[in-house]
Each structure stands twice: as structure tokens, then as C-alpha cells.
């Protein structure tokens, strides 16, 4: 669409611009204009390593948290289409829920009034290129500044000044249009204008992928007088439809939650526009009483444009906002990710690579689904399932039936379940472009190494599958019953990990956990030995089968050991203290005692210690 859009822009600009002064004002003033949008988009990157987004989290854990937050993002963003763009980054993320995006994206859209306002009220009636070049000339000279967030600055205060100079050109360039062409002399009344109007709206904020740049466009044109009011409250209702297309063309490179909200997004505004052109007569009469309330003259039709987009803005709201969750269970139910024979990365897409938080929070959830399907692969080659290791009888009589000595192929399931999304995680890694200065670096360092202890457990599981299999139907009871205890104590772990995983779910921090479950490592490796040196001994098994046994053990030990690695810092590591060296941990008497004691096993028999 854009390369069309380039073919056909390109002549109609030339023969413009030879054909009037005025419309090369009027076209460079967008295009200022536009490039104030970018620079400020820029600017606003520069404060997203991490506060940005805690922001975000935190202020959108109700639907109505998420809109006030919507509202007031657009208000100091000045852009819908990047609040949309940052939401969809943190849906496909997993940072947030698909209501409480939603939920933002209302609020965006209200937000985007208050441009309309600042502009009709403000901007039209000061000479803002007197403005426009200090900050011009301070945005630059940040801009050349080392510091990142000095830098951020520099762009946002060059953006304004930009954004100032594009409404500049475009109102000077509207005056003097009027003195050879006057535009209202193709004013379209009635519905046929209503509808004309509204496609044009619609178009034009295509073209420029922002109604921002469309509504200055509409109010600069409406205050020389060279469209009329009518035709105007069309056309912000067809620019505020077709900002849903930036939306949409976001969602191409997210998860299906990303797409479930540009699809929330593009219906909000198309039931908000069909309510706008349908009440339109109701929403003049609305109009004309709250500019009555707020003494705004008759004849101030910049103004009363800017009342109307946030009314019917608000009625959209008014409308849908009571009925996000339901909206939720139908996205849900009518988009549906593909689904394929090879399992593919869920959470690794473009959309979550925008942000350093959104980036690595997308790499720690796939690394998660990652060991999920580890945990599959490893349990099925034991012949079990998950619902067999929640009690240790069922998972003791589930290791002794013969079924679990059937054959699982390994390599068949690393194929379907861990290799696409390895690689893909190493390659999502690879294309990291925020600073290596900034602590998400070294989240994703940690992230790289849980995958590949993953991936190392599941080659140490394949290892050990010909003797369990081998031996598992061994006349030797002894050996049989030791293979079995190795099966027992790997699916134990797994356990135990699932236990420690979902205390840190419940806002616990189980560091001693996390060291019993290591030490438990190291006991059971020295009890596995000594028993087979003791079999070994009383020749209840040969020296065949034991070393048979101590190799396996060490893979035992190997898989134990990566598997808890690996939980570490997926589960661990989410908790945002453990990246904040400066916070000081509160442990009460019971737990300092099991410190204590951990280090000097004499506490407690001797007072001096005490």
C-alpha cells in the first residue's frame, strides 16, 4: 500500500507545487509537521529502559487505571498511534492484559481531543513559529549531547518545535490560499458531504498514518474559512476511523493478543464513527450547549470542533467501556492463534522487540514455554505425565507399570518442541539494539544461559533413555528398582521446581527453598553412589550394571542440576528485587536461625555462638 501510495503521491505533488505556492505551504507544513511526530516518538524511546514501562504495569491493573492512563499518555505523548504502538508491545509481551490494553487504547483515543483543543484554542491565535525556534535551536543542541536521556530530551523539544512550525506553515499558507481559491465554494452539504467528507477523513489520515497531522490539517483549514463547520465534523470522523489503520499495520508483527487488541482498536472506532455520523444532528445541538456552558462564542467553529471530537469520543466510550470483558471472551473465542505440528515461538515478534522491558520480559516468557516443553519431553520419556508426579504413591505406581518402558523419540521431540524456539530465541537475542550498558543486557545474558541449560537437559534425558529402557525390563529386581528410584527423583525435582515456582506466583521469595532444592541435589547424588557401591558390594548386582548405573546417576545429577539452573532465572529472577542490589531483604528469627544454622552447623549447642 505505501509504495502505491509513493507512485501515485509523487506526480500529484510535482503538478502541485507548480501549480500554486500556497499549496507547497501547505504541503511542507504537514510534512513539518510529521517529522515533529517522529522526532517526538524518538525522544519518548530515549525514557523506555525500564521506567516507561513500570509505569505502564502499574497503572493499568484496572480497566479503569487503563484509561485514565490512555487519556493522559495521548495528552502528553500528542500520539495515539505510539500509546497504540506501546500497548501492543506489552500485549504481545505478556505485560499485559488484553482488557487492560483495551482499556488504554479508549483512553487514547479521548486523549487524542486534547490536541484538537490545544491547537483551536491555543495555536491558532499566537504566532508559534516565535516558539518553534527556540526549541528548535535548544532540541538540537540536546540532541548532540552524549547522555541518552539528555539526548531523549533534545529530540522532544526539537519535535515541538517542529510540530509548531508545520501548524505555522499550514494556517500562513491557508490565508493566503483564500486570496485566489476559495474551497468552500465546494462545500457538499447534506448526507451526500456527510459521507464524502468522511471518506476523505479517512484517506488523509491513511496517507499521513496520523490523525493528529489530519485534525491540525482539518482546524487550519476551518479557521481561514476554506471548508465549512459541516464538512469539518465529518472529516475528524473519518480521521478518527482511519487511525485504526496504523493500529492494525502495528499488529502484523505481534501475537495473536497484539492482533485481538488492533482489533478492539478498529472496532472502538468504527462503532464510535457509525454513532457520530448516525447522531451527528444530536451532536451539534450538544455542541452548541457545552460552548454555551464554557462561553465559547457562536462563531468559533475551531473550538466547537474540538467539543465535538470529544464527545463523540466519550459516547464511544460511554457505549463500550462497560462491556471490555465481554469483548475480551469474544476476541478470544474469533481469533485464534494457527495452529501447526510444530510448536513456534508464542511470544517473539516485532511488536515486543520495540522496548528494552517489553524485550526481555518476550524472551523470559519463551524461554519459559521453552522449558515447559522440556519438562514434556523429559516426563515422557519416564512414561508419565504431569497429573503423575503431584503425589509421590501415584508417581511411584506410575514408574513400576510396563507402559512406562515404551519408547519416546527424543530427537523426534526436540525437533517438533525445542529446536524452532531455541533458535529463535538466540536469534531475538542477537537483534537486541538497546545499550549493552542497560540492566536488561544482562537479564538477557542469564535468559540465553537458562535456554541452554534447558536444551542440556534434554540431551542428558536422551542419554540416559537406552539404559532406562534396557534395564527397565531387566530380570534384576536391584537394578530395575534403581533405575526406577533415578525416574522417581528427576520427576521429583520437576515437582519441587512447580512448588517453588508458584511461591514466587504468591509474591514469596523462597531464596532458602532455592537452596534446599540445590543441596537436595548434591544429597541424592551421595546417597545414588553409595548405594550402588553397596549393591555392587553384596553382589546383588554386577560391576556391569553398576557402572552402568554411576554413569546414569551423573546424568541424573547433570538434568537435576540444569533444570533448577534454569528455573532460577525464569522464576527467581522475574521478582524485580532480585535486579535491585539496593533493597534489603527482611527474614524473621525462624529464617535467620536456618541461615545461621546452614553456615555453622554448631549453632545451638554452643551459647557462645548464640
Known sequence: MQNILLILGVPLLIYGFWLSKDFT?????????????????????????????????????????????????????????????????????????????????????????TGAWLIAGFGLKVNLSEYALPLLVFGILFIFQGHKKIKGLGYILAGLGFLFLGIHYMKESFEAIKETLDLVEYA???????????????????????????????????????????????????????????????????????????????????VTGLLALALIKYFEVCVDWVAQILTIADDNYTLKLAIFHSLFNLLGIMVLFPFIDKLVKVLEKTIKPAKSNIFKPKYLNNSAAGFPETFVESVRLETIHLYENAIHIVLKTFGLHRRDILDNDLLWAALQKESTRSY??????????????????????????????????????????SGRHIVEAIKDTKHLQKNWIRYGRSP??????????????????????????????????????????????EDDDLQVTRQIEKLIREKKITSQTGSSLINDSAYMYSIKSNLVKAAETLFLHKSPQMFRPELKLTLDDSEIKQ??????PAYGQNSDIN
Open 25 to 113: 505551504g501547505i504541503a511542507a507544513g504537514i510534512s513539518i509537521f510529521l517529522f515533529g511526530m517522529l522526532a517526538l516518538e524518538q525522544g519518548f524511546n530515549a525514557f523506555t529502559g525500564g521506567t516507561l514501562e513500570r509505569i505502564l504495569r502499574k497503572t493499568t491493573r484496572t480497566n479503569w487505571r487503563s484509561l485514565w492512563f490512555g487519556i493522559l499518555a495521548t495528552s502528553l505523548m500528542q500520539s495515539s498511534s505510539l500509546v497504540s504502538i506501546i500497548t501492543i508491545s506489552f500485549i504481545s509481551a505478556g505485560l499485559l492484559e488484553l482488557a487492560a490494553g483495551i482499556g488504554v487504547i479508549f483512553g487514547a483515543n479521548l486523549g487524542t481531543s
Open 595 to 600: 541461615v545461621i544454622e546452614k553456615i555453622n
Open 408 to 449: 519416546y523419540d527424543i530427537d523426534a521431540g526436540y525437533e517438533k518442541r525445542i529446536k524452532g524456539i531455541f533458535s529463535a530465541i538466540i536469534e531475538f537475542i542477537s537483534q537486541a539494539t538497546f545499550s549493552r550498558e542497560l540492566e536488561q543486557s544482562s537479564k538477557l545474558y542469564w535468559l540465553r544461559n
Open 476 to 521: 534384576s529386581t536391584e537394578a530395575r528398582h534403581e533405575y526406577q528410584k533415578i525416574a522417581f527423583q528427576i520427576a521429583l525435582m520437576i515437582r519441587e521446581i512447580e512448588q517453588f515456582r508458584q511461591k514466587i506466583d504468591q509474591n514469596e521469595l523462597p531464596l532458602l527453598s532455592l537452596d534446599s532444592l540445590k543441596s537436595k541435589i
Open 188 to 270: 457538499i452539504p447534506g448526507i451526500r458531504g456527510l459521507l464524502i467528507y468522511t471518506l476523505m477523513g479517512f484517506a488523509a489520515t491513511i496517507i499521513m498514518q496520523s490523525s493528529h497531522a489530519t485534525m491540525v490539517l482539518i482546524i487550519t483549514a476551518l479557521a481561514a474559512h476554506q471548508i465549512t463547520y459541516e464538512n469539518a465534523l465529518a472529516l475528524a470522523i473519518g480521521s478518527n476511523v482511519g487511525t485504526t489503520v496504523t493500529a492494525i499495520l502495528g499488529s502484523l508483527g505481534a501475537n495473536v493478543e497484539g492482533k485481538r487488541l488492533a482489533a478492539a482498536h478498529f472496532l472502538f472506532n468504527m
